[in-house]
C-alpha cells in the first residue's frame, strides 16, 4: 500500500512540475476594420507575439505596426507614414490582467481583460471582453473591440475625414503553447 502512495505522489509531484508557468504566440493575429460610406479600410498583421503568465494571471503583447497588410500599397503607406508614423511610433503595446481566468479548467470560458494599450505615444486603458479555450494547456485567446481613432491622437485631415471611420474594430486570435525560457 505505501508503495502506491509513493507512486501516486512521484506521479502527482511530475505532473506539477511539468506545467508551464507561461504560454506563448509567436504568430498572434490583429486585424482591423474601418467602415465608411465612401472606402472600407481593412488590415490584417500576422506577427504579433503575446506571452501569458498563467501563475500570476498577466498577459503582454506587442506588434510592429508596420507589419499590417493592407488591400492597397497606398493604404499601407499612408497607414504608416501618416496616421500611426510607425517610424517614430513603431509597435503598439497591452500588458494586463486576465479577471477571474481559472487556467486550470479545460474547454471555453469568457473572461475581461484589464490592462492598458499603448499606440502612437499614447496610453489608454482598456477593458476587453475575451474568450479563452483552454485545450489541455494549449490555449487560444480572441476577441473584438472597438475604439477612437481621436484617443492615440492620430490626426485625419478634413478633406479625408469621410474615407476614415472615427471608431476602428479591432479582431484578435492568440494561439499559445507552452513557453520554456
Known amino acids: 500500500m505505501n508503495k502506491f502512495f509513493l507512486t501516486l505522489l512521484i506521479v502527482i509531484s511530475f505532473g506539477a512540475i511539468n506545467k508551464p508557468e507561461k504560454v506563448i504566440a509567436r504568430q498572434g493575429q490583429v486585424s482591423f476594420f474601418s467602415y465608411t460610406s465612401v472606402e472600407n479600410i481593412k488590415a490584417e498583421n500576422n506577427q504579433v507575439l503575446s506571452i501569458i503568465d498563467l501563475k500570476k494571471r498577466t498577459i503582454a503583447v506587442s506588434m510592429l505596426m508596420n507589419t499590417f497588410i493592407f488591400e492597397k500599397a497606398l493604404m499601407k503607406g499612408h497607414f504608416n507614414e501618416s496616421y500611426v508614423e510607425s517610424d517614430i511610433y513603431p509597435k503598439a503595446t497591452f500588458e494586463g490582467e486576465i479577471l477571474d481566468f481559472n487556467p486550470e479548467q479545460e474547454g471555453e470560458q469568457t473572461r475581461m481583460i484589464k490592462g492598458v494599450f499603448v499606440m502612437h505615444g499614447v496610453s489608454k486603458e482598456l477593458e476587453i471582453k475575451t474568450k479563452i479555450k483552454n485545450d489541455n494547456g494549449s490555449y487560444i485567446l480572441s476577441g473584438t473591440f472597438d475604439t477612437l481613432v481621436k484617443?492615440?491622437?492620430?490626426?485625419?485631415?478634413?478633406?479625408?475625414?469621410?474615407?476614415?471611420?472615427?471608431?476602428?474594430?479591432?479582431?484578435?486570435?492568440?494561439?499559445?503553447?507552452?513557453?520554456?525560457?
Open 151 to 181: 484617443d492615440y491622437n492620430i490626426i485625419i485631415p478634413p478633406l479625408l475625414a469621410g474615407n476614415i471611420a472615427k471608431s476602428i474594430t479591432i479582431n484578435f486570435r492568440f494561439e499559445y503553447q507552452p513557453y520554456e525560457s
